[in-house]
């Protein structure tokens, strides 16, 4: 360490994630050693911007870093993992769905720093906003990871790897799948020659409900009223495009199932 708040830090990888972690690290007055990548471009690109020495091999790799932060595919972490235990230097993954156990099979220095965003290398992050979820092996990792954490956001959380797959499976039917579900209205209003940015206004009114409260408070269209009407006639719209009607069908028949419950306040 360069002292008691300032980590040196190798990142290993170079797309989204490791974009974003690594400008926010350097922000926050961290060291970035090296950036790996097997595309030399890649990671020559990102070690620019964050001061650091760009290498395409593990076999490259100082030992001057204090830890590494393996941002790379989760089938990857376990093989890149076991190239780096020889250092004996503390190793994380950013992964949500891959249990912290494939780097505790390796080494007993190991932790997680999962960062719950969503990350395109070409639109800025407010990083002080990002939700970074930690996981050590044993508390004093723990808290190395936590003090680390808190120089880069605002929203830190001890999460285990089973609160974590969970964590991220509830990401991808917050994010992902609505997504989707943007991409199906646009083809949608395309097929009759209508523009997508109509649709803009409603979904940022929907997310900014959300943060106020909890989404089934907020739950509104044909499913909620059980307007049977309409959407019949959506089903009969959608005749042509079975999977969008089967989706369609679902969740109305999931909305209208939690409406019943008593969920449903408004």
Do not use: W
Not at 22 to 40: E, P, T
Not at 113 to 135: R, W
Not at 183 to 199: I, K, V, Y
Request: aromatic share 6%; charged share 15%.
């Amino acid at each position: 360490m360069l002292n008691n708040n300032t980590m040196r830090i190798t990142i290993i990888g170079s797309g989204n994630v490791a974009t974003h972690l690594a400008a926010a690290f350097k922000n926050a007055g961290h060291y970035i050693v090296q950036v790996y990548s097997r595309d030399m471009h890649n990671a020559a690109l990102l070690a620019y911007h964050v001061g650091a020495e760009a290498i395409d091999s593990l076999e490259q790799i100082s030992n001057e870093a204090d830890m590494f932060i393996i941002a790379v595919k989760d089938d990857a972490i376990k093989a890149v993992a076991a190239a780096l235990i020889k250092h004996e230097k503390l190793i994380v993954h950013t992964s949500g769905a891959t249990d912290m156990v494939v780097l505790e099979a390796l080494t007993a220095n190991a932790g997680v720093f999962y960062p719950l965003q969503t990350f395109s290398k070409t639109k800025e992050v407010d990083f002080l906003t990002v939700p970074l979820c930690i996981e050590g092996a044993g508390e004093p990792i723990t808290k190395q990871l936590v003090e680390l954490a808190q120089t880069v956001s605002n929203n830190v959380y001890r999460v285990n790897s089973s609160q974590r797959k969970v964590l991220h499976l509830s990401a991808v039917f917050a994010c992902n799948f609505p997504n989707y579900l943007y991409g199906a209205a646009q083809q949608l209003l395309a097929e009759q020659g209508m523009d997508f940015e109509m649709l803009r206004p409603l979904i940022l009114e929907t997310a900014q409900k959300v943060q106020m409260h909890l989404p089934a408070e907020v739950q509104t269209g044909p499913a909620v009223r059980n307007d049977e009407i309409t959407m019949a006639s959506h089903l009969q719209m959608l005749a042509n495009e079975p999977d969008l009607f089967a989706i369609y069908s679902l969740l109305s028949q999931q909305i209208i199932k939690n409406n019943n419950a008593g969920t449903q306040h408004g």
